[in-house]
């Protein structure tokens, strides 16, 4: 069965530093997410992303994150200068065709960041 | 009030109970209901989803939607250990494609 991967499972990094969060989506899926998840909190949305585009992004995607799929397979999450408290699980996710509202998300296992 | 609510348990029942998991919500503009299952440190793996008021089966999973009292349900049957996990409901307003979480709910069935 098709899933969503992502790379690396785990991150250690210095404050201050970039990470690159990679993710490579269902093949024939269009629309691509990024939530993340800080230890013992609720699952938020980071970002939607279709036709290389950001089609709608949340207050924490703020101007240190950015996305890109720089190819046919890969998604990538950048955080350009880590803080503390981006230290959480990060989830990538994607659905078939987000244009068809309701269109369900398979979420991939998640890359631990951890940020000190 | 928050968009989204949901106990966060934890819920402990002996195997073979049956076990309702519930979130309210404030924000009718929700259409689109579904429930994950996540187990430790894993992604959100989708279990259910629907769209309309009323009751929709898979197997031993029942998921019920309530669109008047802003209220959804999943029921789970016969309940095993390998059901142990905490369960999302997340949300979707018609338009957009970001969900919307509920915190979770941390479900241990012991056998």
């Known amino acids: 069965e098709p899933e969503v991967t992502q790379t690396p499972s785990h991150q250690v990094t210095q404050m201050g530093q970039e990470v690159i969060l990679r993710c490579v989506p269902i093949?024939?899926?269009?629309?691509f997410y990024w939530y993340r998840q800080i230890l013992g909190q609720k699952v938020e949305f980071l970002v939607s992303f279709y036709n290389n585009e950001i089609s709608e992004k949340s207050e924490i995607f703020d101007d240190q994150f950015s996305v890109e799929r720089p190819d046919g397979s890969n998604f990538t999450l950048k955080i350009r200068s880590t803080k503390l408290e981006d230290s959480a699980m990060y989830f990538c996710?994607?659905?078939?065709?987000?244009?068809?509202?309701?269109?369900?998300?398979?979420f991939g296992p998640g890359t631990r960041l951890l940020v000190l | 009030q928050k968009e989204v609510e949901q106990d966060p348990g934890p819920l402990s029942v002996p195997e073979g109970a049956i076990v309702s998991l519930n979130c309210t919500y404030s924000n009718s503009a929700f259409q689109y209901f579904m429930w994950y299952r996540q187990y430790s440190r894993k992604g959100p793996e989708l279990l259910m989803y629907?769209?309309?008021?009323g009751n929709k089966e898979d197997g031993r999973f029942t998921a019920q939607v309530d669109k008047s009292s802003k209220y959804i349900s999943l029921f789970i049957r016969d309940s095993q250990p390998s059901d142990s996990a905490t369960y999302l409901c997340a949300l979707l307003s018609g338009g957009y494609n970001k969900l919307i979480f509920g915190a979770g709910t941390r479900l241990a069935v012991h056998p």
């Open positions: 629907t769209y309309s008021s």
């Open positions: 093949s024939n899926h269009l629309y």
């Open positions: 996710a994607s659905s078939e065709d987000g244009l068809a509202v309701g269109e369900t998300q398979y």
